[in-house]
């Protein structure tokens, strides 16, 4: 969830370098981006009888 305000100021709408942060974080923990990919640790993933 984004931050809508500080101090009760609001902030507004995001722009365009934050649009672009989000994607490249979104790409790095996500396994997206090969140059962050060794940030990453793999889990297995729960088996439907464990959820």
């Known amino acids: 969830m ?3 305000s500080v101090d009760n100021r609001e902030l507004g709408a995001a722009g365009p370098v934050t649009a672009q942060l989000t994607a490249a ?3 790095a923990v996500h396994g997206r981006d090969e140059r962050y990919r060794h940030w990453l640790t793999p889990v297995a993933a729960a088996s439907r009888a464990t959820r």
Do not use: D, H, I, L
Request: no cysteine; aromatic share 16%; proline share 17%.
């Open 25 to 27: 974080y979104e790409a």
């Open 2 to 4: 984004p931050v809508q």
